[in-house]
């Protein structure tokens, strides 16, 4: 079939199809699937893939296979009950093989209170609201949408299609990771984060880490004799957030530097004490860093280390009681893809064909399972989907539905450019 009327086919499928599409996903987003309970979500999307004629593949991730990776994907409280599932389209022959994937854990929506809309799921506005609706099951949605839209407009593809739902992104990249080791492979992967139809290229990487200080506790009555592991605290938190300036200040890279923070450091839990009228003698801090693609887990832990190290070493107290920083969690590596690539290339000229216009080429300072992909498959991956991230894990997450449906036409543009077509079609 001729490309651009090939497109047109399918944009007129999507459009006349939209109403059963965004219910796809307000069905998707109804099941709930906070990270180590994505089992009935999985089921679901196993079933749409079933009804596909995929040659579907359900499993569980195992901690002896995930061990000698716990640096970049942490140990999990949940192991069983979160099955991975691929559908693999085989394809005629003579063509690229392409994976497309998506998460389909998603983060606790929090107080309800905080919403306007249904936490789980509804549609308004051209909308659909919901935990997860933009991070991610619109991606999930959107491959599957993109194959029904190539098979009724008669496109056959020559290379093999896998579609792959990953369990535990969120919290590290457990699936994804499984997905890997299990041998589903590709000539290249798109995974369908939420980009607001950017082309993602490179993302930052991201630590987590757990800084914990001690102190003396004494009444607080007579404070000055004894040591507030608050007051000991707050000069680290200074020092790291003055390394933050200054890496933003002295490193460039030209996917981030439009970016006013390049770096991000947040501190996202504090504890201390166990009494209003008793100096803290612990505390503890947890919170995340980014970095550039180019920069490695193991020197930005050091690199912190140091940072630490040094502000203790200025106080008599500290260089006495030096501060506990461990690292928790999956280890977000760095990752990018040259511009040149077949697969950006090829994601880039569908989303102009679709669309008229060149698409946005970002890096990005979050996480996502693309750099498994990259960095530990070998697999050249990038990332383009429909959604804002700046919606998601927040109350009153949603994706816009037309974003969806044109995030939907340059998938399936994509799968026939790369994946190749019948002659005959």
Known sequence: METQKS?????????SHRDEIARMLLDLVAIPSVTGDEGAVQDAIAVLMRDRD?????????????APYLTHVGDQDVWEGRPNVVGRLAGSGGGRSLMIQGHVDVVDPGDPALWTRQQWGEIADGRVYGRGAADMKSGIVAYLAALDALR???????????????????????????????????????????????LVLAQGGSLVFRVTVTGRAVHGANRNAGVSAVDKYIPI?????????????????PLY???????????????AGTWASTVPETLVAEGRLGFLPGETIE?????????????????????DHPPLVEWVGGQFASAEVSPEAPIARTVAAAHRQVTGEKPSVVGITAGTDARLFTEIGKMPTVVYGAGEIMTAHGPDEYAPIDQLLTATQTIAMTIANWCGTRPET
Request: hydrophobic content about 40%.
């Open 7 to 15: 497109s047109l086919a399918v944009g007129q499928y999507l459009q």
């Open 54 to 66: 995929l040659e579907v593949d359900v499993w569980e991730a195992r901690p002896d296979e995930i």
């Open 152 to 198: 009724a407009t008669g496109t056959e593809l020559q290379g093999d299609l896998l579609l792959a739902a990953s369990v535990g992104e969120e919290n590290g990249g457990l699936g994804a990771l499984s997905t890997i080791l299990r041998g589903h492979r590709a000539d290249a992967v798109i995974v369908t984060e939420p980009t607001g139809l950017a």
């Open 237 to 253: 938190h200074q020092a790291l957030l003055a390394w933050e300036a200054e890496r933003n200040r002295t490193l460039s890279h």
């Open 257 to 271: 530097d439009h970016l006013g923070n390049k770096f991000p450091i947040s501190v996202g839990v504090v504890r």
């Open 299 to 319: 020197g930005m832990q050091r690199q912190t280390e140091e940072v630490i190290a040094r502000v203790a070493e200025d106080d008599p107290w500290l260089r």
